[in-house]
């Protein structure tokens, strides 16, 4: 059969949610290995990443079990689903690489003022104490920390060195899937409205 029937589209529909539970046990295996090892001490910053990849799971297994039993209700339900994903996913992404300078700041020091956890992984891992200035009476998991020989920089300062470059990875790695996700939307409508040939050639769900 041509590529664009029933099994071309069965199949291709099957292999990008094979994809997606592959990146969403990606996304958990990532983070439960960064919080075994102590790379990442924040709960929250943890619980996100497996809460996003528990969400990219559930949705490709409805995915792939409606696309394995060209099952109507739950290509549906998919197909929104993906759908609602896509709107959010694209609007970050762009929002991610529109960001200027400024914008990238404001939204670091919010996140940096949310998190004592976090604040604590950057300024060990990148060896800066504080978000704009460096105060001697508070504490800091640096190790340049009260070092005369090694002073800390702000942590502002270095992280801004890398929150373009991140900024644009993210949103381009978003863009990419965005597109993948819209894909899925046009196979699982497409899938619908093919009769099996398979079933009785009188019925047609």
């Not at 060896?127 to 200035?133: I, K, L, R, T, W």
């Not at 702000?154 to 929150?163: G, K, L, M, V, W």
Request: with cysteine; proline share 2%; hydrophobic share 45%.
């Amino acid at each position: 059969m041509v590529c664009g029937g029933f099994s071309c589209t069965k199949n291709a529909l099957c292999a990008l949610n094979i994809l997606y539970i592959l990146v969403s046990l990606l996304l958990i295996g990532v983070a439960a290995w960064g919080k075994w090892f102590g790379m990442v001490s924040s709960i929250r910053v943890v619980a996100g990443v497996i809460g996003v990849g528990i969400f990219l799971f559930l949705v490709a297994f409805v995915g792939l079990c409606g696309a394995m039993k060209h099952h109507q209700v739950l290509l549906f339900f998919y197909m929104m689903i993906l759908f609602i994903v896509f709107v959010v996913q694209f609007s970050v992404s762009c929002a991610c690489l529109s960001l200027n300078t400024d914008q990238q700041k404001h939204l670091l020091e919010i996140g940096w003022n949310k998190s004592e956890a976090t604040q604590r992984d950057i300024e060990k891992t990148l060896h800066c104490c504080g978000f704009s200035s460096v105060n001697e009476s508070d504490s800091c998991a640096a190790s340049c920390f009260n070092n005369p020989t090694q002073p800390c920089k702000p942590c502002s300062d270095i992280i801004q060195q890398y929150a373009g470059e991140v900024l644009q990875f993210v949103g381009g790695v978003g863009l990419f899937f965005s597109f993948t996700e819209i894909l899925g939307v046009w196979l699982a409508h497409r899938y619908r409205n093919l009769k099996d040939p398979r079933s009785n050639p009188g019925a047609f769900l």
